[in-house]
């Protein structure tokens, strides 16, 4: 059974800092690793993704990936209050369309 | 990316009773998906919908307590039957989209449903 598994949190970080959060997968077919992120009461939003080694910069965030380990991990740089949610990591299942979730780690950025 | 709307966006519903969701995109896509999200979980997969074909469920979840129908590219509904309050959850669609030449999914409001 393909499994994604993240810390549950909360990680806890105060305003301005580095937030890093990780993810472990099982499959290890899997090509192509999502961050998602989701507010209170909200649906999930995607952040980036990430399919080669190495990392991936899209303004304050960073996606890592190392497939020889099986992880991938989201920085967050110059943390924001607004920054605090739940971050899901996903992973699209080796040739299949759908993707198997973790169950998210709750950041809360502190002001 | 694609705009996506769910209606109900709240259903509080009777034991026994069954509530559809619908889910409606402003573009044509080939994927749509249906996920739960219960309380305090992250998401889970109930089936892939493809227009023209059968929809594909996951193991757990059949199709004679989740109903979907997926009659044209833009549109898909989720029927949740017979209901508990097991199936207390928020329901989300999702569509597979494009971005960066990258296959990607991007997910509707959800509808939050209360059953007692």
């Known amino acids: 059974q393909k499994e994604v598994e993240q810390n549950s949190g909360p990680l806890s970080v105060p305003e301005g800092a580095i937030a890093s959060l990780n993810c472990t997968y099982s499959?290890?077919?899997?090509?192509?690793f999502f961050w998602y992120r989701q507010y209170s009461g909200k649906s999930p939003e995607l952040i980036m993704f990430?399919?080669?080694?190495g990392d991936k910069e899209d303004g304050r965030f960073t996606a890592q990936l190392n497939k020889a380990s099986q992880y991938v991990s989201l920085l967050i740089r110059d943390s924001q209050p607004s920054d605090s949610a739940t971050y899901l990591c996903?992973?699209?299942?080796?040739?299949?369309?759908?993707?198997?979730f973790g169950k998210g780690t709750m950041l809360l950025v502190s002001p | 990316s694609a705009v996506i709307s769910q209606k109900p966006s709240r259903d509080i519903c009777q034991r026994g009773t069954s509530l559809t969701i619908q889910c409606q995109v402003d573009?044509?896509?080939?994927?749509m998906f249906w996920y739960r999200q219960q309380p305090g979980q992250s998401l889970t997969l109930i089936a892939t919908?493809?227009?023209?074909?059968?929809?594909?469920?996951e193991s757990g979840f059949v199709i004679d307590k989740f109903p979907i129908s997926r009659p044209n590219l833009t549109f898909s509904t989720l029927t949740v039957s017979n209901m508990s309050p097991e199936d207390s959850s928020i329901y989300l669609c999702?569509?597979?989209?494009?971005?960066?030449?990258?296959?990607?999914?991007?997910f509707g409001p959800g509808t939050r449903l209360l059953v007692l």
């Open positions: 996903a992973v699209r299942n080796s040739g299949y369309s759908t993707l198997t």
């Open positions: 990430i399919y080669s080694n």
């Open positions: 919908a493809n227009q023209g074909s059968e929809a594909t469920y």
């Open positions: 999702s569509v597979e989209g494009s971005r960066e030449h990258q296959e990607t999914q991007y």
């Open positions: 499959d290890r077919g899997s090509q192509s």
């Open positions: 573009s044509q896509v080939t994927m």
